[in-house]
């Protein structure tokens, strides 16, 4: 009879190579196991990527359409609340000026304007909101602040008032200095800094768009800011000390805010219209991006339980190579005789 031996060295060299073939398969079945997508892509996708690269492009997609969404949706969320708080204000203290004007009693007057001048403040304030690094109501120039500060703004339009010793005159230079085009030296080359540009539409879905183009320029903002820039003067000591004055120019600028405040309530409405727009899109891109990762799946995708079953075989031939081989090692001529 004829035997066919192996040598230690060709042995030991066919144990090496096992073992490194095992590791290599637990890696790969323990890589399908955590992904759940399989490790040869070339061979699941029969050699044709068209399809698996058009998934991945959508997905792709999606994933800068979600980032455009959560972006849109910060700066709405900034320029409705700026919004409300001008609305807000015009509510609060429209009709009290006008109730304080009727009155013969200059306290109530002086601390009603005090109130909307305070008001004036924070409406500034807030049409310089800033979120993440971006100016809110700056057009497309939203590395700069939109305005300057209260008092400064307060300080140009009191320059421009000067002299004028009756309220329709006062009241009609402020409207005029506010309402100028630019060029003109009124409010826009003065106080406003920001573009003439407008914001360009945001793509936040496939074929869908969103528009987020208000600025602290647009003629409804600063009708309204003209409305409390009244009071303001008046409480500020820019226009005298007549108190006859003071009571109409309290009147005037409370019907000019109770004006603005519908005017800011259709602005509002028109930017929670938005808001409602960015919401659906982000939902249509969420049922989008899970279809598409379906799919992707079932294209590409391991089933896990064939996957955990050939893992746990592996693992167990290997720990047989390793007990064999531990034995094999301690073998001896002795043990042999």
Known sequence: ?????????????????????????????????????????????????????????SISAIASYDQATAEAGIFADAMQNSLDLMRTSASEIGVSLMSAATSST?????????????????????????????YVFSGTATDTKPLDAAEDILSALGAHVAGLTTSADIEAAVEAWFMADPGDGGFIDQSYHGSQSELGPIRVADGQTVKLQMRAVDPEIREALAGFALAALVSNNYVGSDFTIHSELAQASGERIVAAGSTLASLQAGVGSVQGRISDAQTQNAAEKSSLE???????????????????????????????????????????L
């Open 294 to 336: 379906i799919a992707r799946t079932n294209l590409i995708g391991a089933d896990p339980y064939d996957s955990a079953t050939a893992l746990e075989a592996a693992q167990s031939q290997l720990e047989t190579l390793y007990t064999l081989t531990a034995r094999l090692s301690s073998l001896s001529l002795a043990d042999y």
């Open 106 to 134: 200059p306290t109530l007057v002086n601390t009603t304007v005090a109130t909307a001048s305070d008001m004036f403040s924070s409406i500034v304030d807030a049409l310089n909101t800033n979120v993440s690094g971006r």
């Open 1 to 57: 009879m004829n035997y066919i031996s192996v040598g230690d060295m060709a042995q030991t060299y066919q144990m090496r190579l096992h073992n490194t073939q095992l590791k290599t398969t637990l890696n790969r079945l323990s890589e399908e196991v955590v992904t759940g997508i399989q490790k040869d892509v070339g061979k699941a996708v029969g050699g044709d990527f068209t399809m698996l690269s058009s998934i991945n492009r």
